[in-house]
């Protein structure tokens, strides 16, 4: 049996079915089962709990071989603040898996993740990576690049798909890297089938550097016409994001994600990951006309 946290997530919703098809039994951990959208799905025990929540993690290990952490709350704020999530709940599924017998832990961080990080969410993935490598537990430490699903297509396709203005910061003309979160879930799977024995750290990056300006571009050549869009100036997004982080931690930290990804460059290199598992990765002009098809 599979623990998954983060099942109703963007990589959660795309992972599940991947697992069940591979005949793996999952028990997927949420904290609004109605909401999740997992009921009916063969294979698929959905739990009530909450990372902030330790008896919820030692109640939903129950009979558990591996645990896959594809959770967050970079959004987060209050109650719900990053550091009660990201930090204290990650390390209770850590030590209730460890509690447990568990013997394999997934755990998605992000790429870019380091003790020197300018924005704190990346620091706390880093900690929590050398968490899980402590507890022990055979596992493997996937560090994707921004997921497109929600960083190409929510904030700026589906925009353009639908003929409505997108809103950027600054020139969007940086470079920076994209991979479908459908790749990473079939590297996820991958690993748990052939790399169960070994602890990995691996990084995903999609197969193509892209501006935020390349993506409308993309977009707009897959919805065949003319990408409406304002630019706002950088100094805006810093002011925002400093005025936003006493009201607001989750979008203060979204703001500065944002101005990172405009003004620093994570150039593409997953030689390393090829290497060690060849697989085909998502071109965003693929996924777009995929997702096109869909809404048409
Ligand atoms: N999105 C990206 O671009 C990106 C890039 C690199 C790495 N990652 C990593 O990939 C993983 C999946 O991200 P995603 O974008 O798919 O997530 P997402 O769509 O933002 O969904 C977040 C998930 O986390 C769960 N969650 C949040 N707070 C929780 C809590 N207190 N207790 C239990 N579960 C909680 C939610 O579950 P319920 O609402 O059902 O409780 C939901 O399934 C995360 O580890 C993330 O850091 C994401």
Not at 180 to 191: G, T, W
Not at 196 to 218: C, Y
């Amino acid at each position: 049996m599979i623990l998954v946290v983060g099942a109703s997530g963007t990589l959660g919703r795309q992972l599940v079915p991947l697992l069940t098809e591979a005949g793996h039994r999952v028990r997927a951990l949420t904290r609004k089962p109605s909401r999740a959208g997992l009921h009916d799905t063969p294979g698929v025990e959905v739990v009530t709990g909450d990372l902030r929540d330790p008896e919820s993690l030692r109640a939903a290990m129950r009979g558990v071989t591996s645990v896959i952490s594809a959770s967050h709350a970079i959004t987060g704020s209050g109650g719900g603040a990053s550091a009660r999530v990201d930090d204290a709940g990650q390390r209770a599924l850590i030590a209730a898996a460890r509690d447990a017998g568990v013997t394999h832990f997934t755990f998605i961080s992000v790429l870019g993740a380091s003790a020197t990080h300018p924005i704190d969410f990346w620091r706390t993935k880093w900690a929590i990576e050398g968490a899980v490598r402590a507890s022990g537990i055979p596992h493997a430490i996937i560090r994707p690049s921004a997921f497109m699903d929600f960083h190409a297509y929510e904030l700026i396709g589906k925009a353009v798909l639908r003929g409505k203005r997108v809103v950027l910061f600054g020139a969007g003309d940086r470079p920076r890297n994209f991979v479908a979160a459908a790749d990473v879930a079939r590297l996820v799977v991958r690993v748990l089938a052939e790399a169960r024995d070994e602890n990995v750290t691996l990084e995903i990056d999609g197969p193509e550097d892209l501006s935020s300006m390349d993506v409308v571009r993309t977009f707009a050549r897959v919805a065949g016409r003319e990408a409406k869009v304002t630019h706002l100036p950088m100094g805006m997004a810093r002011a925002l994001a400093r005025l936003a982080r006493p009201l607001h931690e989750g979008v203060a930290r979204v703001l500065q994600a944002a101005v990172h990804g405009e003004t620093v460059e994570e150039p593409y290199a997953p030689d390393a990951l090829l290497a060690r598992f060849p697989m085909p990765l998502t071109r965003l002009e693929e996924w777009a006309r995929a997702r096109a098809a869909t809404i048409r």
